[in-house]
């Protein structure tokens, strides 16, 4: 009898301890669905009694003891009212309505969420809301969407210096530039009571092959900090400090690094399928819960993007495309969304974090590796943000970086539209190889952000520090952005038109002419008066290397300065005494400077391509016609902005001026007889040039360029 009450005890026992996890994933589902259903007091109830349970493991506490910290930080998330969303907006769109306002939020485009009953607004719903909606947008004057604010969000002539730096040298890994960083992590006064140490992890650059290198820690806040090695995929910097009370603590770090931007001419039909997955690519193409899991939503949004392509660069254009579309918004913290690939797919928006894992997701189901990168990105001006993107491997090409936030670029180029799967430009800043990874030393609580890293983390004893109790301040500065070496003795030019105006506001300047012979520049005319742009000259984008200082704009008055091809004439006459390729304009013809137009920058016919496209353009070619004057009586076609980059100036000519004293809208004019002149001299065949500079730049890179 004894044996038998021993062994029944022992069975029970035995399933008591199989029942408590199975009871504990039960309860927890169960609590996670409140949460998710906005049952937040019913969920800290049920919360609470779980971690009475006795038994728990270490991880099972520490779940569930995070949802409560999760109900907290959405909370802090969906902290406003209708009537700060609704103040917020009318603050900024002008003439906006109470009824508009209501209809918005009746269509679910102010973002809110039901927590105990009670209907709560994401704090950042009016911002999000200019950024989704086109009426809201036309109500806030002067006013650009994010992505529209920043530089690199579409075709850039820094992008265009990438390929073609690439293409000259042959190497993917070009235009590298240095930058110098000052980040600091600065803690509320009594954040953290007196005398308790405070620990903090500041982001700090991985050294990575021919894309981040020369990293060096210049000076810190605080003696002896820790860098992480460089193994660790989240680097950082780790210091320490002692609270002091009504006193703010900071922690701060200066290093400088080099980057390169990467291009790689993708060639679709010479990249093949990976019939067999090396060990080292694996985890590259499996599923990682909680953000990249082949949920069957994903699966099926997959076979309908796919189709039955085969090659993998072809089925990641399709994906990068529908990844693209989906509309940019500020995002909820990443620590509050259960998985983030999905929430790119189900939301109305996504930023760059969620797209970004949304496209790996897809990549992955297909058996194309990819994973995560991020940090910060810059600009050629002041622009800087947090950002995330990623990696993906093709054969033969190896890794190559992709950016689905920047996405396709505008231009008939395709590899300019196409830049950014396989590219990237070269303003990064990374921080991260991939997502959720430890840190060193190691965090013992909850991190702010459990996914990414690029603002730190700072905690003490007590528990985390949530960024609500902290801020940040990211200074930085381009010490040396290199040019490549640049002559024309590059250009297969025989002959050169040289234009020098006083400086870069006169309107007036010479036109000289030259021939190479034997290698050497010899003028062979007398110069001749000129005017330009009725605001002078600005940088375009032609032959020569980008250069720093104004830039050439559509619309600004400025002639381009730099280096362009000659590519043809143009004129009412049947014929023109010419050497060069000669275009008989007729009534149809126009030139189209209609910012984001697919004819941007070109000439095209009207009976051709349909009115609709000439729309809004102010050149039409024929100007005796539509003008009634005859500036394009005779012309000659300047190549510049060859790759016809929207809103970077468009229907650059050389044409007869009105008279010596009025300037053009940005081309470059002459009298009748000197173009006459002009035009009988050029010869397509000696592949002909123009040369538009300043008296001062023309000094300065004569003998550099080799100039004539």
């Known amino acids: 009898m004894n044996r038998v009450i021993i062994i029944l005890i022992a069975l029970l026992l035995v399933a008591c301890e199989e029942q408590q996890p199975t009871d504990y994933s039960t309860q927890l589902t169960s609590i996670k669905q409140d949460i998710d259903n906005g049952h937040f007091s019913r969920a800290t109830q049920a919360l609470n009694t779980l971690l009475t349970q006795q038994g728990l493991t270490a991880d099972q506490t520490k779940n569930a003891s995070f949802e409560l910290e999760r109900m907290k930080r959405i909370e802090k998330d969906f902290s406003a009212s209708f009537d700060d969303v609704s103040a917020y907006i009318k603050r900024y769109a002008t003439g906006v309505t109470d009824q508009q306002i209501k209809t918005w939020d009746q269509a679910g485009e102010l973002e809110f969420r039901v927590i105990d009953n009670q209907r709560r607004y994401f704090k950042s719903a009016g911002?999000?809301?200019?950024?989704?909606?086109?009426?809201?947008?036309?109500?806030?004057?002067?006013?650009?969407?994010?992505?529209?604010?920043?530089?690199?969000?579409?075709?850039?002539?820094?992008?265009?210096?990438?390929?073609?730096?690439?293409?000259?040298?042959?190497?993917?890994?070009?235009?590298?530039?240095?930058?110098?960083?000052?980040?600091?992590?600065?803690?509320?006064?009594?954040?953290?009571?007196?005398?308790?140490?405070?620990?903090?992890?500041?982001?700090?650059?991985?050294?990575?092959?021919?894309?981040?290198?020369n990293i060096t820690l210049i000076a810190s806040s605080h003696d002896e900090p820790i860098i992480a090695p460089n193994d660790n995929l989240q680097r950082t910097v780790y210091m320490e400090a002692t609270a002091i009370a009504n006193k703010e603590t900071e922690f701060w770090i200066e290093y400088q690094y080099q980057t390169n931007a990467i291009n790689h001419n993708i060639d679709a039909n010479k990249v093949t399928a990976l019939t067999e997955i090396p060990e080292s690519l694996k985890p590259f193409v499996a599923q990682r819960s909680p953000h990249v899991v082949f949920t069957p939503e994903l699966v099926t949004l997959n076979q309908s993007i796919v189709g039955d392509e085969t090659n993998p660069y072809k089925i990641a254009q399709k994906l990068f495309a529908y990844v693209d579309q989906i509309k940019w918004g500020t995002a909820l913290e990443y620590s509050t969304i259960?998985?983030?690939?999905?929430?790119?797919?189900?939301?109305?928006?996504?930023?760059?974090?969620q797209q970004t894992l949304l496209l790996i997701t897809l990549l992955r189901m297909n058996g194309i590796p990819a994973k995560w990168q991020s940090g910060w990105e810059f600009s050629n001006n002041q622009f800087d943000t947090m950002h995330d993107w990623g990696m993906v491997y093709f054969e033969p090409y190896g890794w190559v970086p992709m950016d689905v936030t920047h996405g396709q670029l505008s231009s008939t180029d395709k590899r300019l539209t196409w830049f950014y799967l396989g590219g990237i430009d070269s303003y990064r800043l990374i921080f991260n190889d991939d997502y959720s990874q430890p840190f060193y030393p190691k965090k013992q609580h909850v991190r702010s952000e459990t996914v990414d890293s690029q603002r730190g983390e700072v905690e003490w004893s007590g528990g985390n520090l949530y960024f609500d109790q902290w801020h940040y301040d990211m200074q930085w500065q381009v010490v040396k952005e290199q040019q490549p070496a640049f002559s024309l003795d590059q250009i297969d030019a025989?002959?050169?038109?040289?234009?020098?105006?006083?400086?870069?506001?006169?309107?007036?300047?010479?036109?000289?002419?030259?021939?190479?012979?034997?290698?050497?520049?010899?003028?062979v005319a007398e110069p001749h008066a000129i005017v330009v742009g009725r605001t002078g000259l600005a940088w375009g984008i032609g032959l020569h290397p980008q250069q720093p200082g104004k830039q050439k704009q559509e619309g600004d008055g400025k002639a381009p300065a730099g280096i362009f091809e000659l590519t043809g004439a143009f004129g009412y006459l049947d014929n023109l005494s010419t050497q060069l390729e000669y275009s008989p304009m007729n009534e149809n013809n126009f030139c189209i400077d209609v910012r984001g137009s697919q004819y941007y920058n070109q000439t095209v016919d009207a009976a051709i391509v349909g009115n609709d496209a000439i729309q809004g353009s102010s050149e039409p070619m024929r100007r005796d016609i539509h003008s009634n004057d005859h500036l394009y009586k005779k012309g000659i076609f300047v190549a510049h902005n060859p790759r016809n980059i929207s809103d970077q100036g468009s229907c650059i000519f050389l044409h007869l001026w009105r008279d010596n004293n009025k300037p053009t809208a940005g081309c470059t004019a002459m009298s009748e007889q000197d173009i006459d002149e002009l035009l009988a001299w050029l010869d397509e065949k000696q592949s002909p040039i123009i040369i538009a500079l300043t008296k001062q730049d023309y000094q300065l890179f004569k003998t550099k360029w080799k100039l004539p």
């Not at 960083?181 to 092959?209: H, M, Q």
């Not at 870069?504 to 036109?511: K, N, P, R």
């Open 494 to 523: 025989q002959q050169a038109v040289l234009v020098i105006t006083d400086d870069e506001s006169a309107i007036q300047g010479q036109l000289s002419r030259f021939e190479k012979k034997d290698g050497q520049w010899q003028q």
């Open 127 to 213: 911002y999000n809301l200019f950024q989704l909606n086109d009426d809201a947008l036309r109500l806030r004057k002067d006013y650009q969407r994010f992505t529209a604010r920043a530089p690199l969000y579409d075709t850039n002539r820094h992008h265009v210096a990438v390929i073609d730096q690439s293409l000259a040298t042959g190497n993917t890994a070009v235009l590298p530039q240095t930058f110098r960083i000052k980040y600091s992590l600065t803690v509320d006064a009594n954040a953290v009571p007196a005398g308790e140490k405070v620990k903090a992890w500041l982001p700090f650059p991985r050294e990575i092959a021919n894309r981040q290198t």
């Open 338 to 353: 259960r998985n983030l690939s999905m929430r790119a797919f189900t939301a109305p928006y996504a930023d760059c974090g």
